[in-house]
């Protein structure tokens, strides 16, 4: 049959978008400090919320993630648009340039702030968990995780790449900087193995 189309009273502009994982949930930020979510199987808007401030979205282990240009941090149920915790982090130093959220085993939500500072929080229940200055004061970095070997017992490494070149780790569990490395130039992106 013909594909049903939802319309808006005005068109929004959409800032940033992001599917949760596992869920048939996709989710918009948009420039209105509004986000929507619908389901992807049939287009039906789910919920709609407003967050004062947003300019980060990410989703991960059923929920959606926004940071904020005040520093806060912003955990909603991705099926219902309920908030599950938020946290202002004056640690973390003005607005939040980068989010990333680890897998659920680690169940970290980890965010940069416009001064460099790398926080983490518990993704579940919004207890901070460490705080770390990024080594090079940088605000233009990707940041990715992983396990550093095969053994299970081995650290979950949070890493950053920096637009001067610098490659990091960090333990992701307690934030202490495993290694740096300077690679000569600008990282435009940064891959990991994955362990099935």
């Given at each position: 049959?013909?594909?049903?189309?939802?319309?808006?009273?005005?068109?929004?502009?959409?800032?940033?978008?992001?599917?949760?994982?596992?869920?048939?949930?996709?989710?918009?930020?948009?420039?209105?400090?509004?986000?929507?979510?619908?389901d992807?199987?049939?287009?039906r808007?789910?919920?709609?919320?407003d967050?004062?401030?947003?300019?980060?979205?990410?989703?991960?282990?059923?929920?959606?993630?926004?940071?904020t240009?005040?520093?806060?941090?912003?955990s909603l149920e991705?099926?219902t648009?309920?908030?599950?915790?938020s946290?202002h982090?004056?640690a973390?130093g003005?607005?939040?340039?980068a989010?990333?959220?680890?897998?659920?085993?680690?169940?970290?939500?980890?965010?940069?702030s416009?001064?460099?500072?790398?926080?983490?929080?518990d993704?579940?229940?919004?207890?901070?968990?460490?705080?770390?200055?990024h080594?090079?004061?940088?605000?233009?970095v990707?940041?990715?995780?992983?396990?550093t070997?095969?053994d299970?017992?081995?650290?979950w490494?949070l890493f950053?790449?920096?637009v001067?070149?610098?490659?990091?780790a960090w333990?992701?569990?307690?934030?202490?900087?495993m290694?740096?490395?300077?690679?000569?130039?600008?990282?435009?992106?940064?891959?990991?193995?994955?362990?099935?």
């Amino acid at each position: 049959g013909p594909v049903e189309m939802t319309r808006y009273p005005a068109p929004l502009q959409v800032q940033a978008l992001c599917q949760v994982p596992g869920t048939a949930i996709l989710c918009a930020l948009c420039a209105s400090a509004m986000a929507i979510a619908w389901d992807t199987n049939s287009s039906r808007r789910i919920w709609e919320v407003d967050i004062s401030g947003a300019s980060r979205i990410i989703g991960r282990s059923g929920r959606v993630f926004f940071g904020t240009s005040e520093g806060d941090v912003i955990s909603l149920e991705a099926s219902t648009g309920e908030q599950v915790w938020s946290s202002h982090s004056t640690a973390a130093g003005g607005g939040l340039v980068a989010l990333h959220a680890s897998p659920d085993t680690v169940g970290a939500f980890i965010a940069l702030s416009e001064s460099a500072q790398l926080c983490c929080w518990d993704a579940a229940s919004g207890r901070k968990r460490w705080k770390a200055h990024h080594p090079t004061g940088e605000t233009q970095v990707r940041l990715l995780d992983g396990a550093t070997s095969d053994d299970a017992a081995s650290p979950w490494a949070l890493f950053s790449a920096s637009v001067t070149g610098m490659v990091s780790a960090w333990d992701a569990r307690s934030g202490s900087l495993m290694w740096k490395v300077q690679v000569g130039s600008a990282v435009q992106a940064l891959c990991y193995r994955q362990l099935y």
